[in-house]
């Protein structure tokens, strides 16, 4: 896993909205330097505590683990707007897996979803380049690309490719 820099966001329990349930913070006890990670339950557990405790967490608890996933204690959400502060790293964006699966979906990305191929499919979609130039094409233009792509049974990137190729062409034979 790689590492992250993050910065501490100095909150309290009035300043945040309420966690959905699902969502994975990362925490430290106040006035300590160690951070662990705090899973909102969505369902009642029990864990196992790295001291032998087992402790058992009701739905909207936060279970606090190590990075590795061991699970040091569970907590209510008004001990953790108590005892922790929420770190906030800088430029994250935290997705769930169902966001993922409707991104995946609306932008057509496979393999494994990494925020490089997420930013890759975006791109594509986004605009059309010629090397390293873009152009700007509004989504309602790439939107009339793609129709035009498929009455004539060509996928997106072929039509693009043919229509640059027109561009290079006639760039070509043509004097300014």
Same mark, same amino acid.
């Given at each position: 896993?790689a590492?992250t820099?993050?910065?501490?966001?100095?909150?309290s329990?009035?300043? $945040?909205?309420?966690d959905?349930?699902g969502?994975i913070?990362?925490v430290?006890?106040r006035?300590?330097?160690l951070? =662990?990670v705090a899973r909102?339950?969505?369902?009642?557990?029990?864990?196992?505590? *790295?001291?032998?405790?087992? $402790?058992p967490?009701?739905? @909207?608890?936060y279970?606090?683990?190590?990075e590795? @996933?061991?699970?040091v204690d569970?907590v @209510?959400? %008004?001990? =953790?707007?108590?005892?922790y502060?929420? *770190?906030?790293?800088e430029a994250?964006?935290?997705?769930?897996?169902? %966001?993922?699966?409707?991104?995946?979906?609306?932008? $057509?990305f @496979?393999?494994?979803?990494?925020?490089?191929? =997420?930013?890759s499919?975006i791109?594509?979609?986004?605009?059309?380049?010629?090397?390293?130039?873009?152009?700007?094409?509004t989504?309602?233009? *790439?939107?009339?690309?793609?129709?035009?792509a498929?009455?004539r049974?060509?996928?997106?990137?072929?039509y693009?490719k $043919?229509?640059?190729?027109l *561009?290079?062409e006639q760039?070509?034979?043509?004097?300014?």
């Amino acid at each position: 896993m790689a590492k992250t820099t993050t910065a501490p966001a100095e909150t309290s329990p009035s300043s $945040r909205p309420p966690d959905p349930p699902g969502t994975i913070l990362r925490v430290r006890k106040r006035e300590q330097t160690l951070t =662990l990670v705090a899973r909102k339950l969505t369902a009642p557990q029990q864990f196992s505590t *790295i001291d032998g405790r087992v $402790r058992p967490g009701e739905i @909207g608890d936060y279970v606090l683990s190590y990075e590795n @996933g061991v699970a040091v204690d569970v907590v @209510g959400p %008004q001990e =953790l707007a108590r005892a922790y502060e929420t *770190i906030v790293p800088e430029a994250q964006l935290t997705l769930t897996p169902e %966001q993922i699966t409707r991104i995946a979906k609306c932008v $057509r990305f @496979g393999g494994t979803a990494t925020a490089e191929s =997420l930013v890759s499919a975006i791109e594509s979609l986004a605009f059309v380049a010629i090397g390293e130039h873009r152009l700007p094409f509004t989504p309602g233009q *790439i939107a009339e690309l793609k129709l035009r792509a498929d009455k004539r049974g060509m996928a997106y990137d072929a039509y693009v490719k $043919r229509i640059v190729d027109l *561009i290079l062409e006639q760039f070509f034979q043509t004097s300014f």
